[in-house]
């Protein structure tokens, strides 16, 4: 009896051990993940060379830290978001496509528009709720987030700056109805009032309103300090909080900055004075040095903290540098060779600088040249954390880019990347308007919905998409208006109707 009593402590000591040394190890797997999310920055704006030389650009501006990351880890050449805010957010939050989760343009009010009005279209009724937890919203697409994922995982989510995923007084406005454990300063809004803390961070001493004032940092309010470096330091708190519970954590590091308003950044902003840069480039130099700083600061806390090896950082922007309106200067010139910025179906405005440091796995300083879209962040960050087997509400559209990372396959080869914003945005330039896009190999072909004309570009001759070459490839242009018209089908996405006729507009393939 003894001897059996013996034997069943000694089985259930195995078992109890083996079990602790089992989650032990499970633990010890699950890595520590941020993604460091920049807005509105361009892919030039940066001294890290993501085309094939180094342009003037690179020379212009100052990113330390985006260089030291790009020496640990891989660049992306050829990483896609949209073309503005709310619809890439959205599909890095969901796995969706935009022109399935029909976020196509940027959210602020329950129920409003912010398409602009047109003399000849009129625009469809897209989710101008954003995404949202739960259903029964109007104008929503309701979805498992990728945050709710982690957080079911075990993970410790922070968010931290910019969330603009749903609308004002909706769920989705609240990255705590999300899946966010934790939520530093975001709302509704796609931009800061202020980057200042002399200003409360509000853009109320300008007679602005009061709807872009950054919730939750009121202890900054009235000091001399940048939101930028504000963010930063309540990020690290977050992090330790995480560390401290013994639990991984997905900090999305979502900054406001390079949005507009673009004020100065100190103590960067007087070198870019003296270097001789107009304004208001001076003071959006200074601010992407003073983001590119946040970077170097969140990287030395990781040393600090001993957990630089086991966090993985994925660096990218929400959609193409702004040229259109609010910087000045020479708009054709902000993200040269790319043709245009924010807004547009051209290069300028969907293609993004994109890093990712995995220490163990990706391979030091190397480049990856295939092309990827914002929605595969979405299984990629999944398939990091060690998450699989995982149900979502939503179809996810995107596909993972941990092949690349591991140099062990790719998922450009004869894949397409599709863009649909069947909406008007409040600027005008090359290439803003209401399109759909596909991207196949070399070729890119925009359909513009106004006057349902196409233009086909080969981007590895012409980067810059200034040559058409419709004209002399029509099998081509068919090819693709047929593939990029059953992608809109298939989504059933929603399309601009003819004011006048009250019609819609034809598909691509309907021309
Ligand atoms: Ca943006």
Known sequence: MKFHFIKICCALFIVVFGMTA?????????????????DDMGWQDTSVPFWKEETPLNKKFHTPNMDRLAADGMKFTQAYASCVCSPTRCSIMSGMNAARHR?????????????????VLVFPKWNVNGIQPVGGIERSTEVTTLPTILQQNGYFTIHCGKAHWG????????????????NIGGHCAGGPGSYLGIHNFSAAWRNGGTIWDIP???????KD??????????????????????????????????HV??????????????MGLEEPEARYASMVEGM????????????????????????????????????????????????????SAYEGGIREPMIVKWPGTVEAGSVCNDYLIIEDFFPSILEIAGVSGYQTKQVVDGQSFVPMLKQKGT?????????????????????IGTTSTIRSGDWKLIYWYKDQHFELFNLAEDIGEKNNLVVNNPEKVEELAVKLSRHLREMDALRPLFKESGEPVPWPDEI
């Open 167 to 182: 609308a004002k007084d909706t769920p989705g406005a609240n990255p705590l109805n999300l899946g966010f454990d934790v």
């Open 292 to 343: 590119d700083k946040s970077l170097g600061d969140l990287m030395d806390h990781l040393d600090e903290k001993g957990l630089a090896e086991n966090t993985i950082i994925l660096f990218m922007s929400d959609n193409g540098g702004l040229s259109a309106h609010g910087r000045g200067g020479t708009p054709n010139t902000h993200n040269k060779p790319l043709n245009s910025g924010k807004g």
């Open 22 to 38: 089992c989650s032990d190890s499970n633990k010890e797997k699950q890595p520590n993940i941020i993604f460091f999310l920049v």
């Open 103 to 119: 976020v196509t343009n940027w959210t602020l009010y329950k129920n409003q528009t912010t398409d602009n009005e047109d003399d």
């Open 261 to 274: 308003p673009l004020e100065p950044h100190n103590p960067f902003y007087q070198k870019y004075k003296e």
């Open 216 to 222: 939750g940092l009121e202890k900054y309010h009235g």
């Open 225 to 258: 300090i940048n939101v930028t470096e504000a963010l930063t330091i309540e990020a690290e708190a977050a992090m330790d909080s995480a560390i401290a519970a013994g639990k991984p954590f997905y900090l999305y590091m979502a900054h406001y900055a390079v």
């Open 411 to 431: 998922t450009a080869d004869g894949r397409d990347l599709y863009w649909h914003f069947p909406n008007k945005w409040g600027a005008s330039g090359p290439g």
